[in-house]
């Protein structure tokens, strides 16, 4: 059975930093692209960062370049996602996405979700 498990969420004051993290197990995906998506209350599941098999290939959207980074672990089949210059915007559940068929796809292209983290920005 494939799981994504998530931790680091939590409350940080605008302009923190925080560091999520999602462990897969059932299965092992060094193989293929990550991602992390987020949702907001009232609003769609965005992508936010992805990343290829080796960590060679990333991809942000326009909101956070510069102030997240993506990264990956195939030994420990994790994924990373190191978020600075944290915004009230930046609030929302994140998810981790295994696996992704290119750098940037849809959230009803995904086949497996974690269970979600919760980033809460005050400002």
């Known amino acids: 059975q494939v799981q994504l498990v998530e931790s680091g969420g939590g409350l940080v004051q605008a302009g923190g930093s925080q560091t999520l993290s999602c462990v897969a197990s059932?299965?092992?995906?060094?193989?293929?692209?990550m991602a992390w998506f987020r949702q907001a209350p009232g609003k769609e599941r965005e992508l936010v960062a992805s990343?290829?098999?080796?960590?060679?290939?990333?991809y942000y959207r326009d909101s956070v370049k510069g102030r997240f980074t993506i990264s990956r672990d195939n030994a420990k089949n994790t994924v990373n996602l190191q978020m600075s210059s944290l915004k009230p915007e930046d609030t929302a559940v994140y998810y981790c996405?295994?696996?992704?068929?290119?750098?940037?796809?849809?959230?009803?292209?995904?086949?497996?979700w974690g269970k979600g983290t919760l980033v809460t920005v005050s400002s």
């Open positions: 996405a295994a696996p992704v068929h290119s750098l940037v796809v849809a959230a009803t292209e995904v086949s497996y």
């Open positions: 059932g299965r092992t995906f060094s193989r293929y692209s």
């Open positions: 990343i290829n098999w080796s960590g060679a290939n990333t």
